[in-house]
C-alpha cells in the first residue's frame, strides 16, 4: 500500500538545538499531519497542513514548532529551541481528501531530547 | 479530560477466539471513526472504519458497530489469528473540513495459539 516516509528513525539532540523531522507523504497525498506519542500515553494530534498552509493546530503544537511543505520536498516539523518535554515519537501522515478519508502513517522519529 | 475512552487496556486471547474492543467518546461532533492498527516499529494502519450514519461495517473477519445513542462503539475480530496481535486503536475525528484524529490509548491484543 501507500507509503509515509519518515527520516530519521530516533533521532538524539541536546536540549536547546534546533531540530527537523522529515516526511516524505504519499506522492499524491493533498494534506499532511504530524501526531505526537508520548511513551504510555495516547497519540495526540498536533497540526494539518493542507495548500501550504496550517488549517489547525493544537494546544500541544507550540510557538517554537513550524511546518512546511516546499514544493515537492519533504514535509517537515521544527522545533526550536528543543525541550526536554519534546522527547516522544512524532508520527508524519498524509490523506488524498480531508476529515472522514484514510489516513496513512509512517512509522514514527523517535526523538529524544538530553 | 479524556475524549476517547478505550478499553480494555490489554486482553489476551486463544487462536480462533472472538476478540472484543471497546470505545466511547465524549463529543456529539464526532461522525467518522476509524480503528487502526499497530505493529511494534510500524505506525498505525486503518483496519477498518465507521461513519455516525451506520450501526455496523463489516470486513472479512474484522466487524466495527456504532452506538450513536449511547457513544460507543467496538470492533469485534472473529476467528482471532497470532498474526492479529498488535495494538489497537480507536480514533474519532470531528464534522470539520480537515481531519484532527482524536485517539483512545488503545487495547494490546495477544492472541495465543
Known amino acids: 500500500g501507500p507509503k509515509v516516509l519518515q527520516i530519521p528513525s530516533h533521532q538524539i539532540i541536546d536540549m536547546g538545538q534546533m531540530v527537523t523531522l522529515n516526511c516524505d507523504p504519499v506522492?499524491?497525498?493533498?494534506?499532511f499531519y504530524w501526531y505526537k506519542q508520548i511513551l504510555g500515553q495516547q497519540m495526540e494530534f498536533l497540526v494539518n497542513?493542507?495548500?501550504?498552509?496550517?488549517?489547525?493546530k493544537s494546544k500541544l503544537f507550540k510557538d517554537q514548532f513550524s511546518v512546511e511543505r516546499p514544493d515537492g520536498s519533504y514535509f517537515t516539523l521544527k522545533i526550536q529551541p528543543t525541550a526536554l518535554e519534546d522527547s516522544a515519537v512524532y508520527f508524519c501522515?498524509?490523506?488524498?481528501?480531508?476529515?472522514?478519508?484514510?489516513?496513512?502513517f509512517g512509522k514514527g522519529t523517535r526523538l529524544t531530547v538530553v | 479530560q479524556q475524549q476517547v475512552r478505550q478499553s480494555p487496556q490489554s486482553l489476551t486471547v486463544w487462536e480462533g477466539g472472538t476478540t472484543v474492543l471497546t470505545c466511547s467518546y465524549e463529543?456529539?461532533?464526532?461522525?467518522?471513526f476509524p480503528w487502526y492498527q499497530q505493529f511494534p516499529g510500524e505506525g498505525p494502519a486503518l483496519l477498518i472504519s465507521?461513519?455516525?450514519v451506520s450501526d455496523k461495517k463489516e470486513d472479512g473477519r474484522f466487524t466495527t458497530f456504532f452506538n450513536k445513542r449511547e457513544k460507543k462503539l467496538s470492533l469485534h475480530i472473529i476467528d482471532s489469528q497470532p498474526g492479529d496481535s498488535a495494538t489497537y486503536f480507536c480514533?474519532?475525528?470531528?464534522?470539520?473540513?480537515?481531519?484532527?484524529?482524536?485517539w483512545g490509548l488503545g487495547t494490546s491484543l495477544v492472541v495465543n495459539p
Open positions: 465507521i461513519l455516525s
Open positions: 497542513f493542507y495548500n501550504g498552509k496550517v488549517m489547525e
Open positions: 480514533a474519532a475525528d470531528n464534522v470539520g473540513d480537515n481531519s484532527k484524529l482524536i
Open positions: 506522492s499524491n497525498h493533498l494534506y
Open positions: 501522515a498524509s490523506s488524498l481528501g480531508g476529515a472522514r478519508t484514510e489516513v496513512f
Open positions: 463529543d456529539s461532533t464526532f461522525n467518522y
